[in-house]
């Protein structure tokens, strides 16, 4: 399916079967896959098939590289066709385990503001923040819809701002305020009369929307190719003409972090890495009819597993381990100086 096929036109239970039938050619890709199709099965109303598809990924809890996420998914899912019961118990679970994802936070505390818990919402979204982002100079940008849900739904409730919130509002790029986006008496100006109300509303949604299209416009990461030293031992020799891309591997793994600064720094968002392997670069350069040894290839290769789910978030949240796998944290190992 292209990313522009209006909604209307799409076949959510044909895609569904689709991405299912791509996950057992790509088993390394499954999980990602899998997501998606559930999430046409969702669309397409057959939530219990979705769940189903949930539950055959938690099956397999180790081999999941996000479990926490999956379950969120789940549990919104149950909730949305009568089993609140099981769908609390799962969204209790998550939030005892803290997953240091933003995502399943957000998911959670989503379904339980659809359901009109603002209060145990704005308790789960704060809970997130205030672990992925206590002492951390910059929020990384896939906390960003962590903050701006946490300021919904606190100004639902009518709170007043802290410093969480003024963060979102640094944070949040539109032309329309958070505050006057989140501002609960909008649903009145709908209903208005008045031509000056009505169209403020307009410019509001005109302002939501184009926050939506930036976001829809990266559905994955800009990603940076990155290869284990015995992948890269291995790719080199096996195809000499890259070893002018990769002089060493030490000299490799600082380009990674250095080319990531610098992207940060130009105010790009969502930055992730790729790590390779021999074999699946060598099925990549067959799939498109050239040869591994051809330099400019890499890019893509890294751009495709990006939009396979294979990117990781960076910077690492902090604490977490460098992505370079030398098994220290990433503020003790490339993140110094960071």
Not at 53 to 72: C, I, K, W
Not at 140 to 148: A, C, E, I
Request: include cysteine.
């Amino acid at each position: 399916m292209r990313p522009d096929t209006p909604a209307e036109n799409v076949d959510h239970t044909a895609e569904a079967a689709r991405l299912e039938r791509t996950a057992g050619l790509y088993p390394e890709d499954a999980e990602p896959l899998l997501l998606q199709a559930a999430a046409h099965l969702e669309l397409s109303g057959d939530r219990p098939a979705a769940s189903t598809l949930y539950d055959r990924l938690l099956s397999s809890p180790d081999s999941l590289d996000t479990p926490h996420l999956v379950r969120a998914l789940k549990a919104s899912n149950l909730w949305e066709y009568g089993h609140e019961a099981e769908a609390r118990a799962i969204i209790d679970g998550i939030r005892a385990a803290a997953p240091r994802d933003p995502a399943p936070w957000v998911i959670v505390a989503e379904s339980l503001e659809s359901h009109d818990e603002l209060e145990a919402a704005e308790a789960a979204f704060t809970e997130g923040t205030r672990l992925l982002l206590t002492d951390v100079p910059e929020p990384p940008y896939s906390t960003h819809s962590l903050l701006f849900g946490r300021h919904r739904v606190r100004r639902m409730l009518g709170a007043a701002h802290d410093e969480w919130d003024l963060l979102a509002d640094t944070l949040h790029s539109s032309p329309v305020s958070l505050d006057e986006l989140h501002d609960p008496k909008r649903v009145w100006s709908l209903g208005s009369d008045n031509p000056a109300e009505l169209e403020a509303e307009i410019s509001r949604l005109r302002a939501e929307l184009g926050t939506y299209r930036e976001a829809l416009s990266r559905p994955f990461p800009v990603a940076v190719l990155h290869w284990p030293a015995p992948e890269l031992t291995e790719l080199v020799t096996a195809y000499p003409t890259l070893s002018a891309d990769y002089p060493s591997h030490e000299e490799h793994l600082a380009t990674i972090e250095s080319s990531l600064r610098e992207l940060s720094t130009s105010g790009t968002p969502n930055l992730g890495i790729v790590t390779g392997t021999v074999p699946s670069y060598e099925a990549f350069a067959a799939s498109e009819g050239t040869t591994p040894g051809d330099g400019d290839l890499l890019p893509q290769y890294a751009t495709t597993l990006a939009a396979r789910g294979r990117a990781v978030a960076w910077p690492p949240q902090r604490g977490a381990s460098c992505w370079c796998g030398s098994g220290g944290t990433y503020e003790g190992c490339h993140g110094l100086g960071a």
